[in-house]
């Protein structure tokens, strides 16, 4: 009973976190009057992410994205002006704090309140990939549909870091190249996971990163677990990055009675030869988790030997792999 | 002009509209009914964009809700009205909006002229069928449901509850035997009119309204008693997921409905447009033409339950978290773990190799690192030798080494020297682990170790308080796992014994048994080395009695049974 008063007020801090770092926000192109009752909406924050953005771009609308509401971090790559251009993205800017914001989620909180009511609302990041059951012969409409029918709310998916073989470095990326392509390899089973007592939600911990930088300190390694697609109530709020939700109930995208609930993977292509130069701006700017504690770990070990592929390490062929390997499930959807 | 369609449409109106012309064009009058829930305007349009077809009409309107009478009443409406204003329709089919035609309307129409005194409905006693959603078969039929299930969940369980205390049952009309099955039926016009025309309607209308979902058992029920000739099937495709809501088809599923036979799938996702464009035209005839036979499409979604309700075993994962005692099983395969063996044998790793192929890790919660197999630093699913990434979560790790292995079975050697503390109850536990233990053969390393004797007291002392609470482990009323126990005195008496026994579990053994035994370690002066043990005060018991006076492998008389918990 106190837990849940508590998690309210929670609740109603982050909403009003979300009113209060608005005010940053600037609109450059709103486009949203364009959104229709059923579209399935994306929000993402970025900065100089320029090279990403047309291939990004390009996947969601394959998908069936519908509209995409952009915060764009004070880019100065020529990013922004390119996303003002296109015909389906809404785009604000700000020049205040990355960390202040917390890494972003109040201004996509606000944004998601404001247009994202009723709608399927999906928030990734520019170098994270939506992979769903059939999502290579079912738009997300598919996916948005049957949840409606299932009563269900909120949609898992782990994030996979995938990786090239060699070093990062070596094969440069090519805007509007599928990223996958180059980091086409992945850790498919060595992830730990851990159920969060106070907000129900799963903290997922593994994979490449765990294994090459974290293997002495694993408590400190990123978190994978993301709840990236919800069905948008205003009173939802995003708490720490899209790991977890208030309502709670909205957390509990797993099930704990043997069964298998549907999720996806969110695809991570982080690690691309643009890598290297964004960890070492990102440690100087510190606007990261914790200290930008992952950066330190990346700075130590990639500076010799930025390899993390092992004998071990699987390549990339399509969802219907990773739903073997058990990285995601098709639940109940046939 | 023998088959008439009756309609039930609330959404997607396109897609019934083009459904509806395509029963149209071979001949078939249509009856729609449309939710009385959509509005004016978007009715109107409908109407209109159906209007140049002149043997469709629209019949009144009733609200409907899932599980409520609404949808029966819908239905009589509608066969009413078919049944008045097209005389020369001898079977009625009602189907819904997004119910697609897969084989040509002509062989239905065929298909049923042959059949004119058949009524397709199923229809089975409520004790014959496993179809119950919320715990309820018969008591549909004898309680009163005046609650929606969706929107008024609390009040609904609460009013079954209220009515089970009290006793209360309800007279059910006339002695008719409650039938339930698919709400998609085809009946002829003697059946249908018999049971709209029954003089006792309103009495069997005023039954039905508050029985739970009548729309699956109205006509069922009273179809039995009108009809000459029932076929107990739905000639329309319809899977049912374990919630009681219909399986959607996808454009993915275009192969599998050319092969399902069926006259009409539901329910359709309204945007498959490879599907709608592949079954709404003349070319569909590509289909065998055999009798409908739903059955081959039944095993995809019967897994698809299956996964959903119980899952892969001894899979963690993102969407599969199950709470202790839930995980049907804590790992996915067998495993064996050996404790001992390895201080006992000097070769005891790649003997056990040899003689099962299966792979065989060392100390896999060694102290220092996760001894794989081959000393490799990384495994299979690139699980990493790291021992704090290990010892952070030990059970994810015994997980995932299992499940990354499936398909061959897996061994390590495990003792007081390792990180067992967080590991034991897991493996004592999980019913897929064999563990074989020889008790106090930590002792042989000790004994061969250059260790001051002090220090070797100490570590004796430290290793038998462990292995010793790790047996109470093993040997608790809450182990599921196979465990056998030898104290190591007993095992050296007769160690092939125990050793084959362990193989034969196994089961890979190769076929030229055990040819080759593995060398044990020389003991010569053991039993010394613990009597000095016991004269410096620390008592060593867990290996048996060892006599100071060494007699090493002399098998005697009167071997001792291996000794099987559980």
């Avoid at chain 2, 495709?237 to 454009?251: A, E, R, T």
Wanted: charged share 25%; hydrophobic share 35%; glycine share 6%.
């Amino acid at each position: 009973m106190l837990q849940s008063y508590i998690m309210r007020l929670r609740r109603k801090r982050h909403r009003l976190r979300a009113f209060r770092k608005h005010f940053s926000l600037k609109t450059v192109v709103n486009r949203t009057g364009k959104i229709r009752p059923g579209d399935v909406l994306l929000f993402s924050t970025m900065r100089d992410e320029f090279v990403r953005l047309p291939y990004f771009l390009k996947y969601y609308r394959n998908l069936g994205v519908a509209h995409f509401l952009i915060v764009d971090n004070d880019s100065s790559d020529g990013g922004r002006e390119y996303l003002a251009e296109q015909p389906d993205v809404s785009l604000w800017t700000t020049k205040a704090s990355y960390k202040k914001s917390k890494f972003g989620v109040d201004w996509l909180n606000w944004l998601q309140r404001k247009y994202g009511h009723g709608h399927w609302t999906l928030v990734v990041d520019p170098d994270e990939l939506f992979v769903y059951p059939f999502c290579d012969t079912r738009p997300i409409r598919a996916l948005t549909d049957w949840l409606d029918v299932s009563q269900v709310k909120s949609f898992g998916a782990m994030l996979l870091d995938m990786y090239p073989k060699g070093r990062i470095d070596a094969v440069p990326y090519i805007p509007g190249q599928d990223p996958i392509e180059i980091a086409s390899w992945f850790d498919p089973g060595n992830y730990m996971i851990e159920k969060n007592r106070s907000y129900g939600n799963l903290w997922i911990q593994g994979g490449p990163r765990s294994r090459v930088f974290f293997s002495d300190r694993p408590k400190k390694a990123p978190a994978l677990n993301k709840i990236p697609l919800v069905k948008w109530d205003k009173k939802y709020t995003y708490i720490s990055s899209t790991h977890m939700l208030l309502p709670r109930g909205l957390n509990k995208t797993y099930d704990e009675w043997g069964g298998e609930r549907a999720s996806g993977v969110l695809l991570h292509a982080k690690f691309l030869n643009t890598f290297p130069a964004k960890a070492e701006e990102e440690l100087t700017r510190g606007q990261h988790y914790s200290g930008s504690v992952e950066y330190k770990a990346y700075a130590e070990n990639f500076q010799d030997n930025p390899d993390l592929w092992c004998k071990w390490s699987e390549k990339y062929i399509n969802w219907r792999q990773l739903e073997i390997l058990g990285l995601m499930s098709k639940g109940n959807w046939a | 002009m023998s088959v008439g369609i009756v309609m039930l449409v609330h959404t997607a109106f396109n897609r019934a509209e083009q459904v509806a012309r395509h029963w149209a064009a071979s001949g078939c009058p249509i009856v729609i009914h449309v939710d009385k829930f959509v509005s004016k305007p978007v009715y109107n349009d409908f109407v209109k964009a159906l209007a140049d077809l002149p043997h469709v009409r629209f019949s009144k309107r009733h609200r409907c809700e899932w599980g409520t009478w609404g949808l029966v009443a819908a239905t009589q409406c509608a066969s009413e009205m078919m049944l008045r204003e097209f005389k020369d329709v001898r079977h009625v089919y009602l189907a819904s909006g997004s119910c697609l035609p897969l084989r040509p309307v002509q062989e239905l129409i065929d298909y049923l002229a042959e059949r004119p005194q058949t009524d397709f409905v199923e229809s089975a006693t409520t004790a014959d069928v496993p179809w119950t959603i919320g715990g309820l078969d018969h008591e549909r039929f004898t309680l009163r449901f005046p609650f929606s299930w969706r929107k008024n969940r609390f009040l609904f369980d609460k009013y079954v509850a209220l009515q089970r205390t009290v006793g209360y049952r309800r007279r059910i009309p006339n002695g008719i035997v409650p039938h339930m099955g698919s709400q998609w039926w085809c009946l002829t016009r003697q059946t249908l009119s018999a049971i709209l025309e029954d003089p006792d309607r309103a009495i069997y209308d005023r039954y039905f309204r508050t029985v739970w979902i009548p729309d699956e058992s109205y006509f069922q029920t009273l179809s039995r008693l009108y009809s000459r000739q029932i076929e107990s099937r739905s000639l329309t495709l319809s899977k049912f997921d374990y919630q009681g809501k219909p399986h959607i088809f996808y454009d993915d599923h275009l192969q599998l409905l050319r092969r399902s036979d069926c006259f009409v799938a539901r329910k359709i996702w309204p945007f498959a447009d490879k599907l709608y464009e592949a079954f709404l035209t003349d070319q569909a005839s590509a289909m065998k033409r055999t009798e409908p036979n739903p059955g081959k499409i039944d095993r995809i979604f019967a897994k698809a339950v299956d996964r959903r309700t119980r899952g892969r075993p001894g899979l963690y994962m993102q969407s599969r978290f199950p709470v202790e005692g839930r995980e049907n099983g804590l790992t996915c395969a067998q495993y064996s773990v050996f404790e001992g063996f390895n201080d006992l044998f000097e070769n005891f790793e790649p003997w056990l190799a040899r003689v099962t192929a299966t792979r065989v890790h060392g100390n896999l919660f060694a102290p220092e690192r996760a001894e794989f197999s081959g000393g490799q630093t990384v495994m299979n699913g690139a699980l990493s030798d790291s021992a704090a990434l290990r010892d952070y979560n030990p059970r994810a790790f015994l997980a995932s080494l299992i499940w990354n292995t499936r398909g061959e079975r897996q061994c390590f050697q495990l003792g007081p020297r390792d990180r067992i503390k967080k590991i034991e109850w897991d493996i004592a536990k999980d019913p897929n682990a064999q563990v074989s233990v020889i008790s106090g053969a930590w002792a042989v390393p000790l004994f061969k170790s250059n260790l001051n004797f002090s220090e070797i007291r100490e570590e004796a002392a430290r290793q038998q308080r462990i292995e010793s609470k790790h047996l109470d482990v093993l040997r608790s009323p809450w182990t599921k796992a196979r465990v056998r126990i030898w104290s190591m005195s007993e095992f050296i008496e007769a160690p092939m014994e125990p050793l084959q026994t362990i193989i034969d579990e196994i089961g890979k053994q190769s076929q030229h048994g055990l040819s080759e035994v593995p060398k044990m370690s020389d003991l010569s002066g053991f039993g010394q080395f613990l009597q000095n043990l016991k004269n410096q005060g620390m008592h060593p018991y867990l290996m048996g009695d060892f006599p100071v006076e060494h007699h090493q492998n002399e098998p005697q008389s009167g071997k001792r049974k291996p000794y099987l918990v559980r």
